[in-house]
């Protein structure tokens, strides 16, 4: 079975652009995480969704994040406009909340923002 | 809300021997969950071992075991017969049971494994 997918794996942008990052969830997994990796502040979550609905965005750092779920097979995370200090690795993981108690991850996203 | 804290940031050890990294955690719920994750330099999360608070057993995957000390909130990983494969950093996380609270994970800082030829 495939694992956690994530595009791109590696995205280098000018600050004040968009930028949108994905995840396909394993399949079956009703349960998908969004975290952020940086330096100064570790491992971090982001936003979570169970059964495609957003549970817990209190990580989202401000307005200018913001993530969906239309479908139980796709999320993204947009940030727009970005900024130098958005730089992260950012990594989706998913779950089948009720039936496992392990997250798995996707490879990551590693931002640059110029 | 829970923490998690990994006191050493590095470790180091001499192929094929045993190394012990440290976590501490703190909680006031009943039933929770700890793992161990891998991120080696591809940066990959590879999860490592689990376990279930509510089992006294401690969790052991081939070489991979942890000393689960539930009242005193500890919760290390031991590597034995280390391999140059193990060099990683590792991440010690908490997560509650299911319908206790959040489903997220919370981290610690990680401890960054060298093994030595």
């Known amino acids: 079975d495939a694992g956690v997918i994530q595009s791109p794996r590696h995205e280098v942008t000018e600050m004040g652009q968009e930028v949108t990052l994905r995840c396909k969830p394993i399949?079956?997994?009703?349960?998908l995480f969004w975290y952020r990796q940086t330096m100064m502040r570790g491992l971090e979550l982001l936003i979570y969704?169970?059964?495609?609905?957003?549970?817990?965005d209190s990580g989202m750092p401000e307005d200018r994040f913001s993530a969906k779920m239309p479908n139980a097979s796709f999320s993204t995370l947009k940030i727009q406009p970005s900024e130098p200090r958005d730089s992260a690795v950012y990594f989706c993981?998913?779950?089948?909340?009720?039936?496992?108690?392990?997250?798995?991850f996707g490879p990551g996203t590693r931002l640059t923002v110029l | 809300a829970q923490t998690v804290t990994q006191s050493q940031p590095e470790m180091s050890v001499q192929e094929a021997e045993t190394v012990t990294l440290s976590c501490t955690y703190d909680?006031?719920?009943?039933?929770?969950?700890l793992f161990w994750y891998k991120q080696p330099p591809s940066r990959q999360m590879i999860l490592v071992i689990r376990?279930?608070?509510?089992?006294?057993q401690n969790a052991t995957e081939n070489r991979f075991s942890v000393n689960f000390q539930k009242a005193a909130k500890s919760f290390s990983l031991k590597i034995s017969d280390s391999q140059l494969g193990d060099a990683a950093m590792y991440f010690c996380?908490?997560?509650?049971?299911?319908?206790?609270?959040?489903?997220?994970?919370?981290f610690g800082q990680g401890t960054r494994l060298t093994i030595n030829p």
């Open positions: 993981a998913s779950l089948l909340a009720g039936v496992t108690d392990t997250q798995y």
């Open positions: 399949s079956g997994h009703n349960s």
């Open positions: 969704f169970n059964n495609n609905v957003p549970i817990d």
């Open positions: 909680t006031s719920e009943s039933d929770y969950y």
């Open positions: 376990q279930e608070a509510y089992k006294q």
């Open positions: 996380a908490y997560r509650s049971a299911p319908f206790q609270g959040a489903q997220k994970l919370v």
